[in-house]
């Protein structure tokens, strides 16, 4: 089945969709990118778009910060989303890429006096964290402050800060990187919200310790609160926090809620899955598939007919 991109206003194969060799953001990293995901419900024949809006929301936001001229709304970026995944007629989980990018031919370190552009286009993928839970190691890279590069925004150069982590945390035999802040907390994964669960309360690094504010952060959060009734309590965490937690997981859009067993060789929750952690993954994949009405208006239908009955 042959996949589609929405490429300089129109849809195209996927394999014709290309840029050129000088364009401005693969140069220097002037682009920002958005992730979706597509998810399957065999029973009712549909793919939900889960939160789309909020995460097109957060790249005008991006935009703005990096002086890119997002000529769609949010609510023209669905709708284009939408058309598209119908197009390419998945009936499977699908990831959703986003970017909206400096595109001129044009070499030279700057944002201004450049021409932009938006690109979406869609893939199967299933898990990011492809593993029941992961094994993960503190790294020795640190998350940017927001006055270096502001983390709150997907901005593709910051990511090869990411890729430094991720590749070491692999390379010494781990599953995943947890990233510092600056000041030494904890700040999130590579490409991961975190959470811990200690004392009944489920703990999380604050939006001034150098994180994304993630969209599945928020969901989380949300479910965990209205559904399960659990305290949420955004601060500062400690290094060592990371490991005498009851139970740990990270979140996000690629990952979805995935359980962390061990940290820097030392086992979280006897290195098994901990309890809230089973509750809220059981949770959250009824949600993002259309499985929960009360949370319905997260999720958007791609494909306009849906079975009888």
Known sequence: MQSYAFFEKQFVPLAEAKIGVMTHALHYGTALFEGIRGNWN???EQIYLFRA???YERLAKGCHLMHINLSYSADELCRITVDLVEKCDFK??????????KSSQSLGVRLHNLDDDVLVFVIPWGPYLDMDKARCSVSSWRRPADNVIPPQAKITGLYVNN??????????????AIMLAPDGHVSEGSGENIFLVIEGKIVTPASYNNILMGITRDTVIKLARQELGLEIVERPVDRSELYSA????????AAHITPVA???HRLIAGGEIGEITA????????????SEPRYMNWCTPAYKKMPAG
């Open 279 to 290: 509750k809220l993954q059981s949770l959250y994949s009824r949600v993002i598939r259309g």
């Open 42 to 44: 065999p029973d009712h």
């Open 163 to 176: 890729a430094l982590a991720k590749t070491e945390a692999i390379s010494n035999g781990f599953d995943e």
């Open 53 to 55: 809006k909020e995460h």
């Open 92 to 101: 499977e989980d699908i990831y959703i890429r986003p970017l909206a990018y």
């Open 262 to 264: 061990e940290i820097d």
């Open 246 to 253: 009851d139970e740990c997981f990270l979140t996000g859009t």
